[in-house]
């Protein structure tokens, strides 16, 4: 990950007072080797790098961070402002039947992502929805989304391989409007690959039905190609959003930068499974996050080497990773640095997903409490530290006698401890997505 590429580079000499060609060089070139195995279309890496190299140049660094530091919180912040803004969703201000057009090459999740959108109006939105499918070149198509519409609980307007894709959607405005739809999506036909015969037509669609969305759908794991098919699209019609589908196959997240950058739309939504309820609205934070790597470890490592020796920080991080070899004595270095930087609550404030923790969990961790579970740390031998399994009966009324404590506190930190070391565990190796995931239930 680009976490793992920068280490070699952050540890340049600190407090190097201005971002200059020679300082950056190295961080630069293992950014652009970063997004090219995120498979950020090659032109659009190229743009991004000029775009931040300009930025970053003459830029003051702050006298605790590193010159590579510097440009990775450009590089972050960037990112982050070309996603997008957040929570975009769906313009449907208009007289009903608001209408949504479909456009993208075959496979890309047309049809499953209508059926996605039809679900999602329909339950979170409350709009009544009709679906129709201009497919008209493989019937199977038509049936498809005539299963989707009726999981989805949507109108399905019937449409056959004789008619003409125009004269389809035409009737099926009709059909809307007379009976008082909110919504109408269109589901087009796509081709293997961009031709004139396929934008032809997707245009006369666009000039029948007016629609007020038209979305471009693509498929994630396209990769290089998503730039050149979103280009295509986009000069085709006025796309008001992207639909990115297979997110979930997709570690790599630089088909998002691709597609957002080519077409200069916002990502709307993103596709994340089969399943007709697999549809998440997007966050341009969360992808950059994926494309970054590791995240807003990145950023609580940044913090931590704000305040704590950086030594110290960098060995929690790659201990953080490893997951491994965690002890207590490393348990109590996060303790203290936990309060270092403003106690639990501002550093839970940071972790994605963390706000909707249950009261619980949110509980167990308050800063007197922290203080109390470092002095039962203090108390246990180096020996015990590293192999808590020891701390046995004598040895726990030993610990909670030096630190002033009662047993059920040692038990409790021992406990805590355990469960921390899990949490490591997990993040091994790509994890830390996965325990967001998690703690966003
Ligand atoms: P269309 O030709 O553009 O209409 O594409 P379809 O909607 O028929 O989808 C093509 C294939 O991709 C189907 O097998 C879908 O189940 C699958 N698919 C679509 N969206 C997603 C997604 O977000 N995740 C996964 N895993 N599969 C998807
Ligand atoms: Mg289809």
């Known amino acids: 990950s680009l976490t793992e590429r920068l280490n070699k580079t952050l ?74 803004d957040d929570g975009e969703g769906l313009n449907l201000n208009t007289r009903p039947p608001a209408v949504i057009l479909m456009a993208g090459l ?31 070149y493989r019937p199977a198509a038509i049936d498809q989304l005539e299963t989707v519409a009726e999981k989805a609980g949507a109108a399905f307007h019937p ?8 004269d389809i959607a035409a009737g099926a405005l009709q059909a809307a409007r ?14 293997l690959h961009v031709d004139e015969g396929m934008m032809d037509e997707v245009r006369r669609l666009h000039e029948v039905a007016e629609p007020v969305e038209t979305l471009f759908v693509v498929d994630s794991m396209t990769g290089q190609d998503a730039a050149n098919t979103a280009r295509a699209f986009a000069d085709a019609l006025p796309l008001t959003g992207v639909v990115l589908t297979k997110t979930d196959g997709d570690a790599r997240g630089g088909a998002a930068l691709s597609v ?32 970054l790597g590791m995240g807003d470890m990145l950023s609580l490592i940044e ?30 270095e996060q303790l203290q640095q936990m309060q270092s930087m403003g106690g639990v609550n501002s550093l839970m404030d940071k972790l994605p997903g963390a706000g909707q923790l249950p009261d619980h969990v949110k509980g167990q961790v308050d800063d007197s409490q922290f203080r109390r579970m470092e002095a039962i740390i203090n108390s246990m031998t180096p ?32 406990k805590q401890f355990q469960q921390m070391q899990k949490m490591m565990k997990k993040m091994k190796g790509g994890g830390m997505q996965k325990l967001m995931k998690q703690m966003q239930g």
Do not use: C, Y
């Not at 300082?23 to 190229?46: C, F, Q, S, W, Y």
């Not at 449409?159 to 894709?165: G, I, K, L, R, V």
């Not at 007379?178 to 081709?191: E, P, W």
């Open 11 to 84: 540890k340049d000499l600190r407090g190097q007072g201005r971002l200059t060609e020679d300082n950056i060089r190295d961080t630069l070139r293992e950014v652009r080797m970063a997004l090219l195995e995120a498979d950020v279309a090659l032109p659009v890496v190229k743009d991004f790098i000029e775009h931040v190299r300009s930025r970053a140049l003459g830029e003051e660094v702050s006298t605790s961070l590193t010159p590579g530091q510097a440009l990775i919180k450009i590089v972050r912040e960037e990112l982050v402002r070309l996603m997008g």
């Open 106 to 136: 075959q496979g890309s999740g047309k049809t499953t992502s209508t059926g996605k959108l039809a679900r999602w109006l329909q339950e979170r939105e409350k709009k009544s929805v009709m679906v129709v499918s201009t497919d008209i």
């Open 159 to 166: 449409s056959s391989s004789d008619q003409d894709p125009a």
């Open 178 to 191: 007379t009976g008082h739809k909110d919504v109408l999506i269109i589901d087009t036909a796509g081709r």
């Open 260 to 291: 957002r950058h080519t077409t200069g739309r916002p990502i709307k939504f993103l596709g994340t499974g089969e399943k007709d309820d697999a549809l998440e609205p997007f966050h341009p934070d969360r992808i950059a996050q994926r494309i």
């Open 303 to 332: 913090e931590a080497e704000n305040k704590v020796d950086q030594q110290k920080a960098e060995k929690v991080a790659r201990k953080l990773k490893k997951g491994k070899g965690f002890d207590l004595a490393d348990f109590r």
């Open 383 to 414: 020996g015990e530290r590293q192999r808590p399994d020891i701390i046995k009966g004598s040895r726990k009324r030993r610990i909670a006698a030096g630190s002033g404590t009662q047993v059920q506190d040692v038990n409790r930190l021992l």
